[in-house]
């Protein structure tokens, strides 16, 4: 089993910045991929991957609608994941989760292929 927890959502003003953490723990050396995923207010459906990393952080991916704005990282020694969120806009505006997968045998960006699920951030941005 693998925990995962975020912190360091809150609410901010358009064109500010916040940084999202997601601690591991448990059985870490069995997870394959990490990645940021997000669901807007009205979208309960669906979780859009915002931003995927390699455990050792040698490649990452992001959502064409965050590329040049968010980073994500992964400090190994910490086992913490980040994601940096700068010049954040309104529909930036969602429940932000991080997920681990152990079980996937190449990267995915589908929810459905992550088997691990933190708690949930909400970040706010206002106009």
């Known amino acids: 089993q693998v925990q995962l927890v975020e912190s360091g959502g809150g609410s901010v003003q358009t064109g500010g910045s916040l940084r999202l953490s997601c601690a591991q723990s448990?059985?870490?050396?069995?997870?394959?991929?990490l990645a940021w995923f997000r669901q807007a207010p009205g979208n309960e459906r669906e979780r859009e991957v915002v931003a995927s990393i390699l455990p050792d952080g040698r490649d990452t991916y992001y959502a064409d609608s965050v590329e040049g704005r968010f980073t994500v990282s992964q400090d190994s020694s910490k086992k913490t994941m980040y994601l940096q969120m700068n010049n954040l806009q309104p529909e930036d505006t969602a429940m932000y989760y991080c997920?681990?997968?152990?079980?996937?045998?190449?990267?995915?960006?589908?929810?459905?292929?992550?088997?691990?699920w933190g708690q949930g951030t909400q970040v706010t941005v206002s106009s």
């Open positions: 448990g059985a870490t050396s069995s997870v394959r991929y």
């Open positions: 997920a681990a997968a152990s079980r996937a045998l190449s990267w995915s960006l589908l929810p459905v292929n992550y088997n691990y």
